[in-house]
């Protein structure tokens, strides 16, 4: 196996650690709902209607029929089966990780890839509301700053430090900037991780939305996430 292969494999596990960090906002998908009075009303259709399709995505993106399973072929581990065994400082912000588990399991979720790009977009839908506030007093003031301590799947280690921003936010809807660095170690081996993902959520008429943006390597594309989390929020806001 060469270093261009050795080096490949560690970016895509660095995707998988990111995603284990991200998950944190859908855990907190249990919190007290605060809606505006002209948007209580929930839709009539189901989850899996109100979800994002195909066309949606941005050119070149690859739709994946079943997202938890290509994330954990093509990320080497499942993100959540990383965060609920991952070691966590502050030691409050496990229980936030762990939640993420079962919070993901109500929801409906749409994962796309673009993969000559290597990025990727998804959006999680919750048949619950959200208190925005709640989320962001978790994610900037909680655990704004936290480490996390777990073993890779596929052998060795990763230590990663995990700092969340916002980058904005309204009543109803906030996104966050969760960046980070550490590194994964196998052996005498160690390959550094830096990463950046940026997260929105929304919460109105009853639901939730979580939509992630990641680009392995580099900086998601801002334009595509803020582009895709309109459409998402605008699907539930107009449904009948």
Do not use: W
Request: glycine share 10%; hydrophobic share 35%; proline share 5%.
């Amino acid at each position: 196996m060469n270093a261009k292969t050795d080096l490949k494999r560690a970016g895509l596990r660095r995707a998988a650690t990111l995603t284990a960090a991200t998950s944190l906002v859908v855990g907190l998908t249990g919190g007290v709902a605060v809606a505006d009075p002209d948007t209580t009303t929930k839709p009539t259709a189901s989850s899996a209607e109100l979800l994002l399709n195909s066309s949606d995505f941005p050119g070149g993106y690859i739709v994946v029929p079943s997202p938890q399973q290509r994330l954990a072929n093509e990320l080497g581990a499942d993100p959540l089966t990383l965060a609920s065994s991952a070691k966590v400082t502050p030691p409050e912000c496990k229980n936030i990780l762990a939640a993420a588990k079962g919070g993901q399991g109500e929801g409906d979720t749409v994962a796309g890839v673009h993969d000559q790009d290597r990025k990727s977009l998804s959006e999680t839908l919750v048949a619950k509301d959200v208190d925005v506030d709640t989320v962001k007093v978790g994610l900037l003031k909680m655990c704004s700053d936290v480490t996390i301590e777990t073993n890779d799947p596929r052998g060795g280690t990763i230590k990663v430090r995990a700092i969340t921003k916002e980058v904005s936010s309204d009543k109803q809807k906030a996104t966050f900037e969760i960046a980070l660095d550490g590194t994964r170690a196998k052996g005498d081996d160690s390959f550094p991780i830096h990463q950046k993902v940026l997260v929105g959520v929304a919460s109105l008429r009853g639901y939730t939305v979580a939509v992630q943006g990641t680009k392995l390597g580099g900086d998601p594309d801002r334009g595509e996430f803020n582009g895709f989390l309109d459409k998402a929020v605008k699907k539930i806001k107009d449904a009948k």
